[in-house]
T-cell receptor, first 115, second 115 residues
Framework: AQTVTQSQPEMSVQEAETVTLSCTYD???????LFWYKQPPSRQMILVIR??????QNATENRFSVNFQKAAKSFSLKISDSQLGDAAMYFC????????????FGTGTRLTIIP | NAGVMQNPRHLVRRRGQEARLRCSPM?????VYWYRQLPEEGLKFMVY????????ESGMPKERFSAEFPKEGPSILRIQQVVRGDSAAYFC?????????????FGQGTRLTVV
């Protein structure tokens, strides 16, 4: 079974600075997706960024980018120019491309932005 | 196009009562996933349904929990004889189909409190 580990329960960053959230996963598959979701206090799960395992190029969405290291099974999220609205829980998630497309989530990292 | 709608947003039940949680997927979506989020934890997969079919219920507790997605109407997650340990946020996600690149969209969740 796949597992996703987020080893940082909490992180904080000064507004306008850069922060990196860590995620590692375990799988025996070679074809899968990885995701970062943001959950603000409203509880809405918002997709931030996703990465296909067979693509070597790291995904980027505006201020959000990932460092995908397939051999190391590592998938970190970098947030540049942090803004107050970035404060939220961030969840890393895994999804196989075979069969059922359920998501396996990590336990989350609570990000605080310091004004 | 309205997003995934879950209702109610908050539900309070006494121990032993039944809880019914509803999820209306996005228009055109025929795949529904239910997840449970315990306090301070990530989301855990419960069940995956297509119209009138349960595809994967490997995450469902063996007793008291059931789910359906009828041909007409919303998907229902039903919890019979609720206990305090059922208190959690329950999220529904929907997708239009399966396959590479498919994205699931989440509702805002139902917070169930058992008193």
């Amino acid at each position: 079974a796949q597992t996703v580990t987020q080893s940082q329960p909490e992180m904080s960053v000064q507004e306008a600075e850069t922060v990196t959230l860590s995620c590692t996963y375990d799988t025996s598959e070679s074809d899968y997706y990885l995701f970062w979701y943001k959950q603000p206090p409203s509880r809405q799960m918002i997709l931030v960024i996703r990465q296909e395992a067979y693509k070597q190029q790291n995904a980027t969405e505006n201020r959000f980018s990932v460092n995908f290291q397939k051999a190391a099974k590592s998938f970190s999220l970098k947030i540049s120019d942090s803004q107050l609205g970035d404060a939220a829980m961030y969840f890393c998630a895994y999804r196989t491309n075979f069969g059922n497309e359920k998501l396996t989530f990590g336990t989350g990292t609570r990000l605080t932005i310091i004004p | 196009n309205a997003g995934v709608m879950q209702n109610p947003r908050h539900l309070v039940r006494r121990r032993g009562q039944e809880a019914r949680l509803r999820c209306s997927p996005m228009k055109g979506h025929s795949h529904v996933y239910w997840y449970r989020q315990l306090p301070e934890e990530g989301l855990k997969f419960m069940v995956y349904l297509q119209k009138e079919n349960i595809i994967d219920e490997s995450g469902m507790p063996k007793e008291r929990f059931s789910a359906e997605f009828p041909k007409e109407g919303p998907s229902i997650l039903r919890i019979q004889q609720v206990v305090r340990g059922d208190s959690a946020a329950y999220f529904c996600a929907s997708s239009p189909n399966r396959g590479r690149g498919t994205e699931a969209f989440f509702g805002q969740g139902t917070r169930l409190t058992v008193v």
